[in-house]
């Protein structure tokens, strides 16, 4: 929207869901609270939620949303990407965290049948992996096996018809990575 990004979501069922926090990002990495919604507590009906962030200075935002229980518990939603740019040919969307383990899954929206290319480079620029995905016309799944690289942040840049998109993720032992409670469901 003109005035702020604004972010909606569904759940089907809801089992002690306190409330939801909105934390957003200009990195993928820091992460800062933007808001809270109320949850429905207990629900077996499908509930849709809003918010609206009027506070937006940056082009491209991540977003993501923890979700509370009454004990103050809370697991992680994926990582959303809002970018206030015009509408462009390759674009990701979503991914599963900017804080990963083991693995990275993205959601890519091309506008074309197209073969994209991917690398992984440390901070200082060395590449450390790359490849090629096929992407086809609307969105695409990928995935990515983090777990043999070693600790430490990373920016992965995937490339297709002379455009770029780049993410920066940071790699963890598997007790600093965060509790995703999440289910992609494609429409």
């Given amino acids: ?45 499908v509930k849709t939620y809003r918010f609206l962030d009027l506070a937006i200075a940056e082009q491209k935002t991540y977003y993501r949303i923890l979700h509370y229980a009454s004990d103050n518990s809370f697991t992680t939603s994926e990582t959303f990407i ?17 804080v990963t383990d083991r693995k990275l899954s993205l959601t890519v929206k091309s506008a074309i049948d197209t073969k994209a290319t991917f690398e992984f480079r440390k901070l200082n620029g060395e590449v450390i ?12 799944a990928l995935s990515f096996d983090c777990s043999k690289l070693p600790n430490g942040r990373y920016e992965i ?3 297709a018809n002379n455009e770029k998109e780049r993410i920066s993720i940071r790699k963890v032992k598997t007790s600093e990575a965060p509790k995703l409670d999440y289910e992609v469901i494609k429409k």
Wanted: aromatic content about 6%; hydrophobic content about 35%.
């Fill in 82 to 98: 809002i970018e206030r740019t015009m509408e462009n040919n390759l674009m990701i969307t979503s991914m599963s965290s900017t």
């Fill in 1 to 45: 929207m003109e005035v702020g990004n604004m972010l909606s979501w569904s759940t089907y069922k809801e089992v002690d869901n306190k409330f939801f926090v909105i934390q957003k990002s200009v990195d993928g990495i820091n992460f800062k609270k933007a808001g809270d919604v109320k949850g429905a507590g207990n629900s077996n009906s």
């Fill in 129 to 140: 992996s790359r490849g090629k995905k096929r992407l086809t016309k609307g969105l695409n």
């Fill in 157 to 159: 840049i995937l490339k």
